[in-house]
């Protein structure tokens, strides 16, 4: 069964230009970060380094833009940053990126070589449909706090990410919760990758055509399908 996965009409309303791109995965192999995924993440770092030229992430157009939008929900941007430029920052300092697990990794090597929010979630712990909201403040979020799981609640207005169950991810693309995320037992999976203006549909495609390549090599036979949420 195909997931479903809509944008409310209040976020398309706060952040015009608003766009995503959904890759359905079945039939994966997942397991420990390995030297095929360590290779996609040090590629990455490579690329991302020639394209900021001596910039800083915020200094990028793109990062720029998720950052004002950030702002439009009330958050703020330097202290919660999204994904992409979180993973960005990471790269270029001493350490550089970590390695999760093979899928993590190739989602994650995306993110940084194409400066785009990329997120992934094992489809068999999704209850229900998908939804980019504005909280209304009293959605429960699963996390975890000093090894303990614990829930919390977004703020009103907050941008997020939410199934049938709770808040899958909060503030858009800050922070994503356990329940749903990719471990090694995932075999099932979906990808969203998110841009705005002035991230062009076709940047955004070559990106996503480049995870579903990953995706492809890392599990030989897996079932990809790449396609708008609603």
């Known amino acids: 069964m195909t997931l479903t996965l809509t944008v409310s009409d209040e976020v398309r309303t706060l952040v015009p230009g608003f766009t995503a791109l959904v890759?359905?995965?079945?039939?994966?192999?997942?397991g420990p970060s390995d030297e095929a995924s360590s290779a996609l993440l040090d590629d990455a770092a490579r690329r991302l380094a020639?394209?900021?030229?001596?910039?800083?992430p915020?200094?990028?157009?793109?990062?720029?833009?998720?950052?004002?939008?950030?702002?439009a929900f009330g958050a703020k941007p330097?202290?919660?940053?999204?994904?992409?430029?979180?993973?960005?920052?990471?790269?270029?300092?001493?350490?550089?990126?970590?390695r999760i697990n093979r899928l993590v990794d190739a989602y994650n090597a995306v993110s940084v070589a194409h400066l785009v929010p990329v997120g992934g979630e094992d489809l068999g712990r999704?209850?229900?449909?998908?939804?980019?909201?504005?909280?209304?403040?009293d959605e429960p979020f699963l996390t975890l706090a000093g090894g303990t799981e614990t829930v919390e609640h977004p703020e009103a207005g907050e941008v997020v990410w939410c199934d049938e169950e709770g808040v899958t991810c909060r503030?858009?693309?800050?922070?994503?919760?356990?329940?749903?995320?990719i471990d090694d037992d995932t075999v099932d999976a979906f990808f969203l990758l998110e841009s705005?203006?002035?991230?062009?549909?076709?940047e955004l495609l070559a990106a996503g055509t480049e995870l579903a390549e990953s995706l492809e090599k890392l599990s030989p036979g897996a079932r990809i399908t790449v396609r708008d949420p609603e």
Do not use: K
């Open 196 to 202: 705005l203006a002035p991230m062009t549909r076709d």
């Open 78 to 98: 330097s202290r919660t940053r999204n994904s992409a430029e979180a993973l960005a920052r990471r790269a270029l300092a001493d350490g550089g990126l970590p």
């Open 50 to 56: 020639e394209r900021l030229d001596g910039r800083t």
């Open 126 to 137: 999704i209850s229900g449909a998908m939804r980019l909201v504005r909280a209304t403040g």
């Open 171 to 181: 503030r858009w693309n800050w922070r994503q919760g356990p329940r749903t995320r």
């Open 23 to 30: 890759i359905e995965a079945h039939g994966l192999v997942n």
């Open 58 to 71: 915020d200094q990028d157009p793109h990062i720029a833009a998720w950052r004002a939008a950030y702002t």
